[in-house]
C-alpha cells in the first residue's frame, strides 16, 4: 500500500517545521524519539531524509497541535498519578489531597481509556471513588487478611493503590504515581 508521504525530506524542511512548532533541537528530539544530535544531522547534513520521520512530519504538518497534545505539563500540585493502560499513558492525574484539588490532563480521545471517561473537570469525590475502583472492594470477604499481606493497617484506596498500583485481575491499567507522601 502507498501513502501520501513524501519519500523524504530536506533539512531546510525539518527546520522549518520544528521552527513552527515552536520547539527547539532538543524537544523536537525528544518528541521524534530521536537524540539531539539526529535532529542537527538531519538540519544540516545536506542529504535528503528518509524513513518514519517523513511520516511524522506530514502529520505534524497537518496537525502542528499534536506538538503540544501529548506535552506533559510540569506537575504544579502535590501529588501526580499517572493512568496507564499498558506502557500507554492515557491521563495525568494532578490532585492537592488538602485542597481537594484535582486536576486532569487526557491523552486520548477514547472515552473508554481515560480514568474519568467523559469528565474533564472531576471533583475530589469523584476522585476518590476512581481510587477506590481501582481496589479490592471495602467488603471483600477476608480483607484484612488482604490488607496484611499488603502491610496496610486499614482499608485505605490511596494506600492501596500506592502499594498495588491500581493493578486489577480483569484488566491492564495501572497508576503510577510521584510526589508527596509516595
Not at 11 to 40: D, H, P, W, Y
Request: aromatic letters at 14%; hydrophobic letters at 35%; one cysteine or more.
Amino acid at each position: 500500500m502507498k501513502y501520501a508521504f513524501e519519500e523524504a525530506l530536506t533539512g531546510q524542511e525539518i527546520r522549518e517545521l520544528r521552527t513552527q512548532l515552536e520547539m527547539n533541537r532538543e524537544e523536537f528530539a525528544a518528541f521524534c524519539g530521536v537524540s539531539k544530535k539526529t535532529v542537527e544531522y538531519w538540519e544540516n547534513s545536506g542529504k535528503s531524509i528518509t524513513g518514519p520521520i517523513t511520516a511524522l512530519c506530514a502529520l505534524l504538518r497537518e496537525h502542528p497541535e499534536y506538538g503540544t497534545y501529548y506535552e506533559v505539563p510540569e506537575r504544579i500540585l502535590p501529588l501526580r498519578l499517572f493512568y496507564m493502560f499498558r506502557n500507554r499513558l492515557c491521563t495525568i492525574i494532578d490532585v492537592d489531597e488538602q485542597k481537594r484539588l484535582v486536576q486532569v490532563r487526557n491523552y486520548t480521545r477514547n472515552t473508554m481509556y481515560r480514568a474519568f471517561g467523559a469528565n474533564t473537570e472531576p471533583t475530589f469525590e469523584e476522585y476518590e471513588e476512581f481510587l477506590e475502583s481501582r481496589c479490592f472492594p471495602r467488603e471483600r470477604d477476608k480483607m484484612k487478611i488482604m490488607l496484611r499481606e499488603l502491610d496496610l493497617p486499614f482499608y485505605d484506596p490511596f494506600l492501596i493503590v500506592r502499594k498495588t498500583e491500581g493493578r486489577m485481575a480483569e484488566d491492564e491499567f495501572w497508576i503510577r504515581m510521584e510526589g508527596q507522601g509516595v
